[in-house]
């Protein structure tokens, strides 16, 4: 049944969403033509797999569309209210199909297969060997963590990304085309484009609030003044793909970069407050982390992570509490941009320089041919050197002068590494 048949009562999501491969809105690195994914559904023989992307990507569609292509039943337990007994139910309708007068394949979707436990996922193992059902799991985490190793390899994994500006815009030109949603300007639009931030379902679901003030009030087409009267306070303030989002950020990175930790805090507080997503934050962190703090205290990366995967295992909103005790803590860290420094001068040397061959007593020498060649002859092995150093050894290519790209400073645990340093040189000198 196409869009514009169903009924116009319905949601507007169930209205829109595809009935085939081609009015796939974004994931064109796994459906496109000669992809993976559209292979898969190109070869008639269905696999389980895992389906790993943040929410509203199409991770539900993709899964009902492989049931329709393989004309399976479409079976799907959410791992957030369901548990055992669902399996098993499913399991049941899996054999009946199986077993019936038309027997029919099963495709069994596992929503937020993360969330269960390991004994949980552990009750799908015999059925996917046995060919009773092909599995798929979606997840908003990574796989590699989340879902059981036994489990994991017998499934593939196809990582959907969020979807880009052009694809909401698609998804607001197709519900515009059943006539489902009025015009809209294009600052509104932009607005709109910004909240969604690459979830289709908040873009639909948004849409559809829009569509209904907008026909009680006789609105058309939408601007963006009327669209802050009707979404409220919360999306004045969330532009992510603006100027003010961008600028709030720098301050953030600026304040805990000038180890200010109540100006750090209050822009993060602003930031959580205007709808960024504490995700993104967390990232942010990390990078800061390592920027800004680097090796003069190593343990902020490791608190910057920490509050990441706490943040996750929380949620909203006792999550955060941990991500604003890491901006404290980044603040409050002595700070070093020696390694940041390092980097860039390292990656900007090597992409002018040419390509300098490794000298002969650093290369491995697996063979008898090479080391024949002289492949590792010479080498000095440093667990074996005086205090585990081998003065006076090189590890630069011939000919290339020590660039000296990393310069700790004189702060927190780099002083410590500044004065080894100081130290490895001298013995390097002395042995000439």
């Known amino acids: 049944?196409?869009?514009?048949?169903?009924?116009?009562?319905?949601?507007?999501?169930?209205?829109?969403?595809?009935?085939h491969l081609g009015e796939v809105i974004g994931q064109q690195h796994l459906l496109g033509e000669g992809m993976a994914l559209r292979l898969a559904f190109e070869s008639g023989q269905p696999h389980s797999c895992i389906l790993w992307g943040p929410p509203g990507v199409g991770k539900t569609t993709i899964a009902r569309l492989m049931a329709d292509a393989f004309d399976a039943q479409f079976l799907s337990i959410s791992a957030v209210l369901g548990g055992v007994k669902d399996i098993r139910e499913a399991v049941e309708k899996a054999e009946l199909a199986r077993t019936g007068l038309h027997p029919q394949r099963t495709i069994m979707f596992v929503d937020e297969?993360?969330?269960?436990?390991?004994?949980?996922?552990?009750?799908?193992?015999?059925?996917?060997?046995?060919?009773?059902?092909?599995?798929?799991?979606?997840?908003?985490?990574?796989?590699?963590?989340?879902?059981?190793?036994?489990?994991?390899?017998?499934?593939?994994?196809?990582?959907?990304?969020?979807?880009?500006?052009?694809?909401?815009?698609?998804?607001?030109?197709?519900?515009?085309?059943?006539?489902?949603?009025?015009?809209?300007?294009?600052?509104?639009?932009?607005?709109?484009?910004?909240?969604?931030?690459?979830?289709?379902?908040?873009?639909?679901?948004?849409?559809?609030?829009?569509?209904?003030?907008?026909?009680?009030?006789?609105?058309?087409?939408?601007?963006?003044?009327?669209?802050?009267?009707?979404?409220?306070?919360?999306?004045?303030?969330?532009?992510?793909?603006?100027?003010?989002?961008?600028?709030?950020?720098?301050?953030?990175?600026?304040?805990?970069?000038?180890?200010?930790?109540?100006?750090?805090?209050?822009?993060?507080?602003?930031?959580?407050?205007?709808?960024?997503?504490?995700?993104?934050?967390?990232?942010?962190?990390?990078?800061?982390?390592?920027?800004?703090?680097?090796?003069?205290?190593?343990?902020?990366?490791?608190?910057?992570?920490?509050?990441s995967e706490v943040y996750e295992r929380l949620g909203s909103p006792e999550g955060e509490l941990t991500l604003a005790q890491c901006v404290i803590y980044l603040a409050m860290a002595p700070k070093s941009n020696a390694a940041y420094k390092a980097y860039n001068e390292a990656r900007a040397f090597v992409k002018k320089d040419g390509t300098r061959p490794v000298p002969m007593h650093l290369r491995n020498a697996p063979t008898k041919l090479m080391k024949d060649l002289d492949y590792g002859k010479g080498y000095r092995y440093a667990h074996d050197e005086e205090d585990g150093f081998a003065a006076g050894e090189r590890y630069l290519p011939e000919g290339m002068a020590n660039p000296g790209f990393y310069r700790p400073v004189r702060r927190g645990l780099e002083i410590k590494i500044a004065d080894k340093l100081e130290e490895l040189r001298k013995k390097n000198l002395a042995a000439g």
């Open 113 to 307: 297969v993360h969330r269960f436990n390991k004994s949980q996922q552990d009750a799908f193992l015999p059925h996917v060997e046995s060919g009773l059902f092909t599995f798929i799991g979606a997840t908003t985490e990574n796989p590699s963590f989340e879902v059981n190793s036994a489990l994991l390899s017998r499934a593939a994994v196809y990582v959907l990304q969020p979807l880009s500006e052009d694809d909401l815009k698609n998804i607001v030109l197709r519900a515009q085309a059943i006539q489902a949603v009025p015009p809209i300007e294009p600052q509104a639009l932009g607005r709109l484009l910004a909240y969604a931030d690459g979830d289709a379902r908040r873009m639909l679901n948004t849409l559809e609030t829009l569509s209904m003030a907008a026909k009680q009030q006789g609105i058309d087409p939408v601007t963006d003044e009327w669209l802050l009267r009707v979404l409220g306070e919360r999306m004045r303030r969330y532009d992510k793909g603006g100027e003010q989002f961008y600028d709030t950020i720098s301050a953030l990175h600026k304040s805990v970069r000038g180890s200010d930790p109540d100006a750090a805090l209050y822009w993060f507080v602003r930031m959580l407050d205007g709808g960024a997503d504490p995700r993104y934050m967390a990232r942010r962190l990390i990078r800061m982390a390592s920027e800004d703090v680097g090796l003069a205290d190593p343990r902020a990366l490791r608190m910057a992570l920490d509050a």
């Open 1 to 19: 049944m196409s869009a514009a048949a169903l009924p116009s009562h319905a949601p507007l999501a169930e209205r829109l969403r595809p009935r």
